[in-house]
């Protein structure tokens, strides 16, 4: 009987935990709450994902997503490992491209803990990449997820973000993205 207990506990559990981590609506553009509504804390706790120093593997440079204010931002979290992730980065060379305009910014970030700034460097040499890579510190990978649910640290939904010039955030829809699709979203916001 205990052990039929137990089984029927795990079974629920897990059911609930899946309903916790489920996909977002097709759609491109969807906007998603931010600055903490979806993970519990207040809007005034949660720290703003914008806020945290990055190193640019690649120059060394140290910036902030915040820094980019007045630009627009393509914020795509990736994991080295990830076949999507490269195809999703593939798309996004595509889009800059095609926009080739000093007010879009693309920065993609690492949020696997176990990757560094040596194995990503490796990944952008290797593929020609030309814009910042970055790796997040757990507390930056926390507050996206903060702000946007725990998808966001998925690698294979190929996340992306777009900030506007306000610093507004709105995040696509979960998938791999066209560079047409990445282009109409950016668009808006130019």
Known sequence: MEIMKS???LILAVVAA???VG???SGTG???PTGGEIGGESPQTAPDYKEFELRDVSSGELFKLSDFEGKVVVLETFAVWCPLCLEQQRHIEQAEQQLASD???SVSLDIDPNEDEARVRGHLERNGFGWRFAVAPRELSRALSDAFGA???NPPSTPVIIIDRNGD???LRYGIKSAADIVSEVSKYL
């Open 7 to 9: 089984a029927i506990f």
């Open 18 to 20: 899946a309903g916790c």
């Open 23 to 25: 996909q977002l609506p």
């Open 30 to 32: 969807t906007d998603q």
């Open 103 to 105: 007010d879009v910014i």
């Open 151 to 153: 998808n966001v640290l």
């Open 169 to 171: 955030s709105h995040l």
